[in-house]
């Protein structure tokens, strides 16, 4: 019974590359959210997913950022032209209905960007 | 805008030291608040989601309370694996009532 998978687990990136970042929800999971943890900072919310639709990305940066969940697949936060800012551990969390309040999230293990 | 504020930033205690762990929130209305323990490395699990004052929530060591203001994370008899950052969010009741809203955590070490 695996839990949220995240990969890659570690991602090192010059300044003006892509990251992309997977998360695999828990199985029967169908809500995907992803938060962003910086170094001394509480996590925040980033984006809340369902299977093909952005039910809320309010809490992402205008530019970019996006963040998609296909039909088939896992989850993907991608960072267009990553600047030293974007150093954080990325955590995808999954639920098994709409939203927190049904329970609680399952996160996964975080991916930890390193902008150079 | 939703607030939570945990205190101390940071808690050292001997094994068997009980002691306890604050979260003071600020929400427009309440829909639930939850406690969460993250070890090094790793990502947020999940221990209690407490919904109205007066409410607490039990396990093991770990007793979760809640108020109108503020809520409690009781460890009573804290043993060395209790080392953890614990974590409290808040889930507002209003639109966007999936988000949370997270404290930065209470580093809690038991020493042996």
């Known amino acids: 019974n695996a839990g949220v998978m995240q990969n890659p687990r570690h991602l090192v990136r010059r300044r003006g590359q892509e990251a992309r970042l997977r998360c695999s929800p828990m199985k029967g999971h169908s809500h995907v959210y992803w938060y962003r943890q910086l170094p001394e900072e509480g996590l925040k919310f980033m984006v809340y997913?369902?299977?093909?639709?952005?039910?809320?990305e309010s809490g992402m940066p205008k530019e970019r950022f996006s963040a998609e969940f296909p039909k088939e697949g896992p989850s993907i936060l991608r960072i267009q032209q990553v600047v030293r800012g974007d150093s954080a551990a990325y955590f995808c969390?999954?639920?098994?209905?709409?939203?927190?309040?049904?329970?609680?999230?399952?996160f996964g293990e975080g991916s930890r960007l390193t902008v150079l | 805008e939703d607030q939570v504020t945990q205190s101390p930033e940071a808690l050292r205690l001997q094994e068997g030291e009980s002691s306890s762990l604050n979260c003071s929130y600020t929400v427009s209305g309440l829909r639930g608040l939850f406690w969460y323990r993250q070890d090094p490395g790793k990502g947020p699990e999940f221990l209690f989601t407490?919904?109205?004052a007066g409410e607490e929530k039990e396990k093991e060591r770990l007793k979760a309370t809640l108020t109108k203001k503020e809520s409690f994370l009781h460890i009573t008899a804290p043993k060395p694996e209790d080392s953890a950052t614990y974590l409290c969010?808040?889930?507002?009741?209003?639109?966007?009532?999936?988000?949370?809203?997270f404290g930065k955590g209470t580093l809690l070490t038991v020493n042996p």
């Open positions: 997913l369902q299977k093909e639709n952005i039910i809320d």
């Open positions: 969010a808040v889930q507002d009741s209003g639109g966007s009532n999936y988000k949370l809203t």
């Open positions: 407490l919904y109205s």
């Open positions: 969390a999954s639920s098994p209905g709409p939203g927190p309040n049904t329970g609680e999230l399952f």
